[in-house]
C-alpha cells in the first residue's frame, strides 16, 4: 500500500475522532454542570475594579507594612560560666563512659 495513501485515512480518521470528542464535550457542558474546571474557569472570569484593585493593594502594603517580630526584640537566653562548666563535665564523663565500654568490648574480644 502507498504511504501517501495510509497517512490521508490515518489524518481522515484523526479528523473523524476530533469531531466525536467536540461533539461529546459540547454534550457535557450544555448545562448538565459536568464541564472542566478550565471550561468553568474561562467562562466566569473575574474582574474587579480599579477602585478595588487598588483597595486590595492597600491592604496587602499594609499587612507587608505591619511591624515583625525580630531576633533583638525576644530576650538573649544566656547560659552562666558555672552551668557551661556543669555541661562540659557531664559531656566529658559520658564519652568516658563510652570509651570505657568500647576499651572494654576489646578486652573481651
Given at each position: ?50 477602585a478595588t484593585r487598588a483597595r486590595m493593594a492597600a491592604a496587602q502594603r499594609a499587612r507587608w507594612a505591619k511591624p515583625r517580630p525580630t531576633q533583638a ?37
Open positions: 500500500m502507498d504511504t501517501n495513501r495510509i497517512l490521508y485515512e490515518l489524518k481522515a480518521e484523526r479528523d473523524r475522532i476530533d469531531r466525536a470528542i467536540s461533539a461529546i464535550e459540547g454534550l457535557n457542558s450544555a448545562g448538565h454542570g459536568s464541564a472542566s474546571r478550565a471550561q468553568r474557569a474561562a467562562r466566569t472570569r473575574r474582574t474587579f475594579s480599579a526584640s525576644q530576650p538573649a537566653r544566656r547560659v552562666s560560666r558555672a552551668a557551661r562548666k556543669r555541661m562540659a563535665a557531664a559531656q566529658r564523663a559520658r564519652w568516658a563512659k563510652v570509651k570505657a565500654q568500647k576499651l572494654a568490648e576489646k578486652k573481651a574480644a
